[in-house]
């Protein structure tokens, strides 16, 4: 059963580079039949999707983050990371991992616990 | 760009029917939906407007017609008080698009 677990400081300051990593377990980051996404949500609010990556290492950013964010992932670590720079008060969120399946517009199947970010100097 | 509506909150006695609407130009897009329950991750009920993943129980069901999506949740039990979110693919945009998210309440 597939296992992903996100890490990465739970503090950050203002204007620095939020970076977090989601490991992967029990699939491989490398198969060719899913993306991989990350997916964030503020405190009492609701999910937005921030941006997903294939194993090929195509990407596809929401418009409205793709100036600040970046998703890459180490095969070797069987993991893929996000990094936001320039954060804001406004980054602060849960952030979570999330496999989605075949084609980029699949369904998030399976998703980490998630990791609270809190962006405060 | 895209805004996928839905109602903010449904209320509702344990074994009666959920009807949660998702609507916004869906316009023939696949539209799925995730459970999220208190301190939890979103988990998926219904994917491609109508299949369940295994696990999930036949009294969750999805259309999809016109511009509106709903998610049926047929004999609500107090297990199934959480939050519901519809999601699909914007292909103009290249741009996955959550909705305003339903808090489901058993009364």
């Known amino acids: 059963q597939m296992q992903l677990q996100e890490s990465g400081p739970g503090l950050v300051k203002p204007p620095e580079t939020l970076s977090l990593t989601c490991t992967v377990s029990?699939?491989?980051?490398?198969?060719?039949?899913?993306?991989w996404a990350w997916i964030r949500q503020p405190p009492g609010e609701g999910l937005e999707w921030i941006g997903s990556?294939?194993?090929?290492?195509?990407?596809f950013y929401n418009p409205s983050l793709k100036s600040r964010v970046s998703i890459s992932g180490d095969t070797s670590k069987n993991q893929f990371s996000l990094k936001l720079t320039s954060v804001t008060a406004a980054d602060t969120a849960i952030y979570f991992c999330?496999?989605?399946?075949?084609?980029?517009?699949?369904?998030?199947?399976?998703w980490g616990q998630g990791t609270l970010v809190t962006v405060s100097s | 760009s895209y805004v996928l509506t839905q109602p903010p909150s449904v209320a509702l006695a344990p074994g009666k029917t959920a009807r949660i609407t998702c609507g916004g130009n869906?316009?023939?897009?696949?539209v799925h939906w995730y459970q999220q329950k208190p301190g939890q991750a979103p988990a998926l009920v219904i994917y491609?407007?109508?299949d369940r993943p295994s696990g999930i129980p036949e009294r969750f069901s999805g259309s999809n017609s016109g511009d509106t999506a709903t998610l049926t949740i047929s004999r609500v039990e107090a297990g199934d008080e959480a939050d519901y979110y519809c999601?699909?693919?914007?292909?103009?945009?290249?741009?996955?698009?959550f909705g305003t998210g339903t808090k489901v309440t058993v009364l």
């Open positions: 990556m294939y194993y090929s290492g195509s990407t």
């Open positions: 999330a496999r989605h399946g075949g084609h980029v517009a699949a369904q998030l199947d399976s």
């Open positions: 491609y407007d109508g």
């Open positions: 999601q699909l693919w914007d292909s103009s945009n290249e741009l996955y698009v």
């Open positions: 029990g699939g491989s980051i490398s198969n060719i039949l899913y993306f």
């Open positions: 869906i316009g023939g897009r696949s």
